[in-house]
């Protein structure tokens, strides 16, 4: 790794960047626009995350939640590495500061036009396989360096899930010896059998979170935090109706604002507080749509039936915007509450999660719950074909989404998705979706360069005639 | 002597089997060695551990799968595709890997999408945690009792425990026997090649389970050893193999396999069952607990010390850390263990590698050369030292 790269923590940068970012729009408009000519790999993405009324406050959250990483030990706090698909709420309640990889290394990669390139071959440097997940890879070279903030701990609970997710965790745990704990996941989700291991490996975990942090679990803390989390999920599912009109009454990045925020703040108020102006904006819009004036040049719909394509200024959500497809919803921005559309609506209330908070064991199990239902945990967990799993939640979100085409894109290092992503494909096609699978990396453009994704993409959609 | 283990080993099907099925035996697949053998041994059925050796294409596999997965399964797939697999009456699907668990849907749905005769009547997806605790323990012990109850519904079958008990002291006995197999080649010097003995422990998981313990038994009555004295004492470390080649590519004229930890071979320890615990606990409590798979997450520490023994034990000069591409469970521990080995003064070779037919034996011939090479420096400078 070059010397340059090892000056300053790259968390700390980070957090200033996002910091200053969050500010830009507390002056005029004209020192917005001067300001923007002096940040020129930085003021695409922060124009694109701006055409949201949240979009500041979005800047914020992420500058907030890398403030508490970065300042975590000087607050006397303990850090804990965790993986997206983890529920931080627990973290918060036993407060404890969430370290995740995953969007760690989106962060980066939105802002750097060189991405995480440096630390992703980092890992490769330390030990680790090139043909691992580079979402982890991103931001975990850093980490193996010792250029962020020092890492207490490792949670992760994709072991039956993502096996090279659950791997990169457990080689940074056994790299730095440090303490590590996995949440397994059995390959389905509607049994009472997996109910009791997912209560029990949890206690387990709040075993390990006490003995590593010092804390005990507050009782009424935990409570407080699922109550907002309950709040948050009436925003989710309010917003989920918005999402399904046509033409899109809310920017193609509500979507990435609703499960980013999600992953960072889980039953805190700040999270609260975007997903209320993401409402917001939603009913105006939708009372303008249904007064006739709302207007919007939506001329296709896509589901993304994974996930997002990170790299540099937020170039996915541009091309869609350019092209005009509307965007609402992928696998990750759904959490599976009992009053969620989805679930409401094909009656899958076994499958998903509820709230209660009346007594500890209550709490526990919803919490439980709600961890094994975290996106890609529930998907993906087992064969795609099964009830409640990858294929039946693609199509059941691309039809009420009133999507036109299905797309997948993820990671070469995904050996799960890629193992059976061209039957998906297949079957999504027989019921009726277009599907086109990219071939780049989320979170490296080293891989397929962005040019050639989006001529890929772009030329799928004319054959296809769905632009 | 080795002959007749080298034609089951290295073959898909073989006779034993064929004359087995026609006196009406079932034989059922399984795909991991976390599958306790000894049920499907008490049930009168043959266990038969899927190899995905001899393709020659992967045409429906590369199909199916997309171009980011691990080449054994896909092999394995190919296998099943090409009707190679005809002679299983099931197949059990372990969440080993992810590469290795998706080949439940694509067995499947190749059976429906190239309308292929390819999915076994009994077709079963057996579920392993990645961790040792009360609650996982006893997740596996009502796994396996699912297991059984499926099963013998499927067939027919009548279970006993006290069958199941029988055939946990006799795969006992059979362990005591490859026990003694496996201390031949960790003697020193070895007293067989890594091959032939490789060849016997994938002989052991491809045919009936009686025939071959007293082949083997007639095997180490007879075997008088054979002299590797001036061979550099090799282990193995890395991504399943059942392919003897590559052992053999390894050996060459120069070398001698004496220890590994390979799924398809004995791994460090053969560790008994319990035969006075309750016998599905047992089971559990042994495959839990035995394998030396870095699918058991956070179990780092425990099987580099295991590693360590061994490589005392065998008195080992240096450890090829092999993974296949795409394999990055074993990826990614090599590059812990080439760390801390390396550390302790023991010489590590890390290889990534394609599975299957040897695409890359002059490259991986060369960078073992080498490697021998650093060996027999070391050896001549610890002699004048």
Partial sequence: MRQALKQYNFDWMLWRTYEAGSRLLSGTKREYDIALRYIPYFRDPVKEVFKAKAGQLFLQMTATYLDNIVNAHHRGKKTCMTTFCFSPAILYALDIVPVTLELLTVMMTFLYKRGTGEFLDYCNEAGF??????????????????????????????????DTNANAFAFFAAYKDI????????????????????????????????????KRLDNDRLREILRELQKQDELINELEQYLCYKPLPLPVTTCLFIYAGRFMFAGMPIYTRLLEMLVNEGRENVKLHQQGIYTSKEKSRGFFCYIDHYTHSLRLWQMLEELNIGYSGNILSHFWDDSNPP?????????????????????????AAINSRMPMIKSIRGPYDSPYMWLQDTLALASMYKSDFIVYNGTPGCRNTWGMVKLLAQDTEKAGFPTHIMYADAFDDRVQSWDATRDRFEEFLRIRRLI | MFEEFYTIAQSINN?????????????IGYTCSYFPEEILHALGIIPYRVKGLNVSSLSVADAAFGPFICSHPKCLLQHFADGDYSFLDGIIVTPGCDSMRRIDECIRKTAVNFNLPVVP????????PHKITEYSVKWLVDELQRFIDSVTKHFSLLFSYEKLKESIAFYNRMRKRLEELNALRMHYPARIAGADAFAVFVAGLSMPRDRFYSMLESLLSKYNGADFENRRRLMLIGSANDDIDFIKT????????????????PRLDIDYVDEEDEPLHALALRYLNHSHCPRMYGGYKQRLEKVVGAIHKAQVEGVVLQNIRFCDLHGAENGLLERDLEKMGIPCLRLEREYGPMADYERMRMRIDAFIERLDVRRIVNTRS
């Fill in chain 1, 129 to 162: 396989t090139e043909t691992s997940c580079s979402s982890q890879r991103g931001s975990m070279g850093a980490l193996l360096a010792d250029i962020g903030t020092p890492i207490d701990m490792v949670v992760t609970d994709s072991p039956g899930v993502c």
């Fill in chain 1, 179 to 214: 303490p590590f704990f996995q949440l397994n996941m059995p390959p389905w989700l509607v049994e009472e059998r997996v109910t009791q291991y997912h209560v029990q490996d949890y206690k387990a975990l709040i075993a390990f979170l006490e003995e590593h942090s010092g």
């Fill in chain 1, 343 to 367: 679930v409401v609506h094909n009656n899958w209330k076994e499958a998903a999660y509820s709230i209660k908070t009346q007594t500890l064991e209550d709490m526990l199990t919803s919490i």
């Fill in chain 2, 15 to 27: 006779e034993y089997i064929v004359k087995a099925k026609e006196h009406g035996a079932l034989c």
């Fill in chain 2, 121 to 128: 009547p009994f077709f079963f997806h057996y579920t392993v």
């Fill in chain 2, 250 to 265: 390894i050996e060459s004229q120069t070398a001698v396999v004496v220890a590994d930890t390979l799924c398809y071979g």
